[in-house]
């Protein structure tokens, strides 16, 4: 039985610390959660740290999601000099000692925006910072524009036939959004490039010898995760992972 005693699952969804009015809060965006409560069919913890803490507890829940955030992955992490902020620390930690054991323990993962990049870091590649290159401007949103339209399409990606993505999209090209300045840079070794666009950058990788669901996307598929095809089959699937862990786990 699931941890909810429902037998629905029972999803890790990490967080981050956000100063409000001068009191730390444990943050994520709500987006996030109505994705994964209405789309993926999971019940939502949110899960900030210790890190240390975590392992012995990792097998309470079915699946684990790291969303995006405002902060960049520090450089120090894949041995590069310190770079532009903002940064998460705690989140740093929380996200590259977690993840290897959770694909290890066969959890469902999903990484979205910087849960790619941590899962890049985690097992050994590096990132890049695209916003002073001359591609850069076609991976950041348009901040003139209200904040649902930077979430919407920005530019076709080329989805690598025979993988895990093309799997659950069914299609070779789709288009998606994009709202990032990091990328990665080096693809580490045990990952497998998903999709990726015209002029050379990651937008999706999956853990190549993973024994369950192991998947991130650099773009934001919770924004429109009810009503987006591609962003609802991401969504979709890893609730369906994350269901067949719950059924396993009894």
Known sequence: MSATGTGTPLVALACVTEDVGGVPHAAVRQVYVSALESVSGCAVVLVQGPAARLPSVLGRFDGIVLGGHESNVAPERYGSPPGPGPRAPERDELALSLLPLAVDAGLPVLGICRGLQELNVAY????RDIGALPIGAAHREDLSLPRDEQYLPAHDIAVTPGGLLHGIV??????????HQQAV???APGLRLEAATSDGVVEAVSVADAPAFALAVQWHPEWYASSDPVSKSLF???GAAAARHARRRG
């Open 124 to 127: 050994g590649g590096t990132l």
């Open 170 to 179: 069914g299609q070779d090209t789709v288009r998606v959004n994009s709202l």
């Open 236 to 238: 979709t699937a890893f």
């Open 185 to 187: 840079d080096r693809l």
